[in-house]
């Protein structure tokens, strides 16, 4: 069964940034397309950017310029670095193929963005 481990997560001022890392068993990070999903209070999960296995990359408006997502197939982890960050980046982060396939989801790595 794949696990899937996201660290990485803090308290940070806005304008700051982070760096999440995400581990995962067996070869998932190198074979599949792989995303980082977030999760605010009473909202839903939400893809915010994923890597295909070629390496092309994609976000969400809302994250373009400021996130950068990568991986590093020989460690089988997925990263995600985020700068300029603002208050409404405020979630719990995770990481999952795009589409979500891994059934169990990790515990995922609180960001929060004070104003």
């Known amino acids: 069964q794949v696990q899937l481990v996201e660290s990485g997560g803090g308290l940070v001022q806005a304008g700051g940034s982070l760096r999440l890392s995400c581990a995962a068993s067996?070869?998932?990070?190198?074979?599949?397309?792989m995303g980082w999903y977030r999760q605010a209070p009473g909202n839903q999960r939400d893809l915010v950017a994923r890597i295909t296995a070629g390496g092309s990359t994609d976000y969400t408006d809302s994250v373009k310029g400021r996130f950068t997502i990568s991986r590093d197939n020989a460690k089988n982890t997925l990263y995600l670095q985020m700068d300029s960050l603002t208050p409404e980046d405020t979630a719990v982060y995770y990481c999952?193929?795009?589409?979500?396939?891994?059934?169990?989801w990790g515990q995922g790595t609180q960001v929060t963005v004070s104003s």
């Open positions: 067996g070869s998932i990070v190198r074979l599949s397309t």
């Open positions: 999952n193929t795009a589409p979500p396939y891994v059934r169990s």
